[in-house]
C-alpha cells in the first residue's frame, strides 16, 4: 500500500478584507516518492497553499496532515525533515557558495549531504569560491535548490526550481529532482513551466480560484484533451510544406497517405495529443 505524505481536506483560507477565500475548500493528497505538480494561472491560491505547508501561513480551516502528523502538531522538528526552495533566491550575499552551503547544513542535526558532490550535481563546482552575491540568477537558483537539499529531506518543496536556466541545466535539475524522489522524497512542485511539469511530475493538479479543478497524469491530461490521429506534413514535388489530419482509422487504408509514404513525400508525422499548455488553457477556460 503507497504510503501517504500528504493529506489536505477541505482547505479553505481567508485574507482580511479579501471579497472570497484564496483557498476555497481545496481537498488533495500525495504519495511518498510521488513528484505532484501543483499549477494554475497567477492568484489561484497555489502560494498560499504552499505556504500553509510550509508552515509559514498557520491560520486557516480544514485538515492537513504532513509526515503522518497533522501539521498543527509539528514544532521546529519539522524542518528538519523538509527542504523548501522558494523562487525568489535567498543567501548570504558576502559569503561564498561553499560557504552558504555549509551554513546550512550547519542547521540540521541529522546527516547531511556532501557539499562538494551537490554543488557538482547543480553545476556550481566551478563556482564553490565565489560571492553568492555575485552569481547570476541562473547560479543563485541552482544554490537555492542545492541548499533545499543539504539535508536529504523527505518532502522537497520547490517553486520554479528551473526558472533562468538553460536548456541543457533545466534538463539536468529536473534529472536532480527526478533522482530524489526514486530514492524516497516526495515533491511538492509549484511551477508556470508546463514543459517542466510535464517530464518531472507524476500527477498535476490545476489550482483555478482556490479550488483544483482537475488531477490527472501529464499523459491523462494530454490524451483526454488531445484528438485520436495523426498530422502528416508533406511536400509534393518539391514544392511548399502542407500538411493534413487523419484519423487513426485512416491510418491503414487512406489511399492519400499511401500515396504520400511511397511517393516519399512524408517529412514529418505525428499525434494530435494536447500539450500542457492546451491543457492548462482548456481546464482554466472551462473552470472559469
Not at 218 to 233: A, D, I, M, Q
Not at 267 to 279: G, Q
Amino acid at each position: 500500500m503507497t504510503e501517504t505524505v500528504i493529506t489536505v481536506e477541505n482547505l479553505t483560507v481567508r485574507y482580511r478584507g479579501g471579497a472570497r477565500p484564496a483557498v476555497d475548500g481545496m481537498s488533495f493528497e500525495v504519495a511518498r516518492g510521488e513528484v505532484f505538480g501543483f499549477l494554475g494561472p497567477s492568484g489561484a491560491g497555489k502560494s498560499t497553499t504552499q505556504r500553509v505547508l510550509t508552515r509559514l501561513l498557520r491560520r486557516y480551516e480544514g485538515e492537513v496532515r504532513v509526515l503522518g502528523r497533522p501539521l498543527g502538531r509539528w514544532g521546529a522538528d519539522y524542518f528538519q525533515r523538509v527542504g523548501v526552495g522558494f523562487e525568489l533566491p535567498a543567501g548570504f550575499g558576502r559569503l561564498t557558495v561553499r560557504e552558504n552551503l555549509a551554513a546550512f547544513a550547519s542547521l540540521y542535526r541529522g546527516p547531511v549531504a556532501d557539499l562538494d558532490e551537490l554543488l557538482a550535481r547543480v553545476d556550481l563546482a566551478d563556482a564553490a569560491d565565489r560571492r553568492a552575491g555575485d552569481l547570476s540568477k541562473g547560479m543563485r537558483m541552482r544554490l537555492n535548490l542545492a541548499r533545499a537539499m543539504v539535508n536529504r529531506p523527505e518532502l522537497l518543496f520547490l517553486d520554479e526550481p528551473t526558472s533562468g536556466q538553460d536548456p541543457v541545466r533545466a534538463a539536468r535539475l529536473r534529472g536532480l529532482v527526478r533522482a530524489a524522489a526514486e530514492a524516497g522524497s516526495t515533491v511538492f512542485l509549484t511551477t508556470h513551466d508546463m514543459a517542466t511539469a510535464d517530464l518531472l511530475c507524476d500527477r498535476v493538479a490545476f489550482v483555478v480560484g482556490g479550488r483544483i479543478a482537475a488531477v490527472d497524469t501529464p499523459r491523462g491530461f494530454k490524451l483526454r484533451h488531445g484528438r485520436p490521429g495523426v498530422v502528416v506534413e508533406f511536400r509534393v514535388d518539391g514544392g511548399p510544406p502542407r500538411r493534413r489530419e487523419f484519423t487513426i482509422g485512416a491510418l491503414v487504408d487512406d489511399p492519400e497517405l499511401r500515396r504520400l509514404l511511397a511517393e516519399g513525400a512524408v517529412e514529418t508525422l505525428h499525434t494530435r495529443e494536447a500539450s500542457l499548455d492546451d491543457v492548462f488553457a482548456a481546464v482554466t477556460r472551462e473552470t472559469l
